[in-house]
T-cell receptor, first 113, second 115 residues
Framework: DTEVTQTPKHLVMGMTNKKSLKCEQHMGHRAMYWYKQKAKKPPELMFV???????INESVPSRFSPECPNSSLLNLHLHALQPEDSALYLCASSQDGGRTEAFFGQGTRLTVV | AQTVTQSQPEMSVQEAETVTLSCTYD???????LFWYKQPPSRQMILVIR??????QNATENRFSVNFQKAAKSFSLKISDSQLGDTAMYFC????????????FGKGTKLSVKP
């Protein structure tokens, strides 16, 4: 199994809503990542979890709150988002970070209205 | 800080022909990894090929090969016998060996394979 599964695939939310994006992998990877990708741009790193601990937060606004309940799951909790937060949110995982390639999910297309 | 530059925003190639995508990078580190990722309209980022900086031999994966010029900090991707399914955005990416595994991407090259 070399899959990273993200749900939902599409999400439309209002600026006052609270929603969560979910990511799951069963490859035994110990590093997991959230990237944000705007249209026609490359992905930009948001957060890195290494061995279930947050190791990198790239100055992301607090309206984005990551959570790693266990080594297979990664969540991104969303609250009070702005329309400019509309983007493709990609989850990725790698075996141990720093030496191995990352495998990506198909992403969640988020639209904030 | 590391940077990755892809100077070709768009390219096209006829089916069955060969195309080369360019990538240059800037780093002061000696331990790093380079990748090419493909992102088709389905959105998923798919690893095409990987190169460790300490390896002199260029990586190959079936129809995909790289020309890694470490001194010139160049990492180009050659696609041989192009297929319609190769149509995608291609991103060159850098990863520091001392990092947590975070990737630094170039701006991408949109490749269209024409029948």
């Amino acid at each position: 199994d070399t899959e990273v599964t993200q749900t939902p695939k599409h999400l439309v939310m209002g600026m006052t809503n609270k929603k969560s994006l979910k990511c799951e992998q069963h490859m035994g990877h110990r590093a997991m990542y959230w990237y944000k990708q705007k249209a026609k741009k490359p992905p930009e790193l948001m957060f890195v979890y290494s061995y279930e601990k947050l190791s990198i937060n790239e100055s992301v606004p607090s309206r984005f709150s990551p959570e790693c309940p266990n080594s297979s799951l990664l969540n991104l909790h969303l609250h009070a988002l702005q329309p400019e937060d509309s983007a493709l949110y990609l989850c990725a995982s790698s075996q141990d970070g720093g030496r191995t390639e990352a495998f990506f999910g198909q992403g969640t297309r988020l639209t904030v209205v | 800080a590391q940077t990755v530059t892809q100077s070709q925003p768009e390219m096209s190639v006829q089916e069955a022909e060969t195309v080369t995508l360019s990538c240059t990078y800037d780093t002061s580190e000696s331990n790093y990894y380079l990748f090419w990722y493909k992102q088709p309209p389905s959105r998923q980022m798919i690893l095409v090929i990987r190169q460790e900086a300490y390896k002199q031999q260029n990586a190959t994966e079936n129809r995909f090969s790289v020309n890694f010029q470490k001194a010139a900090k160049s990492f180009s991707l050659k696609i041989s016998d192009s297929q319609l399914g190769d149509t995608a955005m291609y991103f060159c990416a850098f990863m520091s060996g001392g990092s947590q595994g975070n990737l630094i991407f170039g701006k991408g090259t949109k490749l269209s394979v024409k029948p």
